[in-house]
């Protein structure tokens, strides 16, 4: 069965630190990785990943993935807190692109 | 064992059709969420239901409608279906609004 999962389970960190957030993989038929910030409501589209080895940046945050080892890593430096939310890593999968959401990481980052 | 299940996990259907999505969540929490994913992997809300209550209707089509018959449970009904309609449809759940969320396996809707 496909699995995602994602560590830590929560993260409590000051603001300035720099944060890794884990997401490991096993699937069949990988297609793509994705990262997902989830505030109040939706969450919000952060990063898609398809290629190894390819870094994704967006200002604070970037985003790696390693599809030998089956995992991602989303690197948050200079943590402020409005970077405190969950972060939730999905796997597209399969013939259909079946796309399977890990259970989340809880990031809090205090002042 | 799965926390939040959806059902089915494909669907291809007419346009005109009227077709249900079923989502039940086992964690015995009292929030229940749709989501329509764009082609952009973009998640748009369509609705939240807390205690069986309608929370949140985002400007979605009347012929969208969600149905609670309990905590665990939250259906989506769809009527007469446009071709636009076709898209992976995420259930998620969380204990109380604007919380850390479980998502289901998701339901990819076809119309053709």
């Known amino acids: 069965e496909d699995k995602v999962v994602q560590s830590p389970l929560s993260l409590v960190v000051h603001e300035g630190d720099t944060v890794t957030l884990n997401c490991s993989y096993e699937?069949?038929?990988?297609?793509?990785l994705l990262w997902y910030k989830q505030e109040k409501k939706a969450p919000t589209f952060l990063f898609m990943l398809?290629?190894?080895?390819i870094e994704k940046k967006s200002g604070r945050l970037s985003s790696i993935l390693d599809k030998k080892e089956l995992f991602s890593i989303l690197n948050i430096t200079a943590t402020q807190t409005g970077d405190s939310a969950v972060y939730l890593c999905?796997?597209?999968?399969?013939?259909?692109?079946?796309?399977?959401f890990g259970a989340g990481t809880r990031l809090t980052v205090k002042p | 064992d799965t926390a939040v299940s959806q059902t089915p996990k494909y669907l291809v259907t007419q346009m005109g059709n009227d077709k249900s999505i079923k989502c039940e969540q086992n964690?015995?929490?009292?929030?229940m969420y749709w989501y329509k994913q764009d082609s952009k992997k973009f998640l748009k809300i369509m609705f939240s239901?807390?205690?069986?209550?309608?929370?949140i209707n985002e400007t979605v089509p009347n012929r969208f409608s969600p149905k609670s018959p309990d905590k665990a449970h939250l259906n989506l009904h769809i009527n007469s279906l446009e071709l636009g309609d076709s898209a992976v449809y995420f259930c998620?759940?969380?204990?109380?609004?604007?919380?850390?969320?479980?998502f289901g396996p998701g339901t990819r809707l076809t119309v053709l």
């Open positions: 699937v069949t038929n990988f297609r793509s």
């Open positions: 998620a759940s969380s204990q109380g609004l604007a919380s850390w969320q479980f």
């Open positions: 398809t290629s190894s080895g």
């Open positions: 964690l015995g929490h009292d929030t």
């Open positions: 999905a796997v597209e999968a399969g013939n259909n692109n079946d796309m399977r």
């Open positions: 239901y807390n205690n069986k209550e309608l929370i």
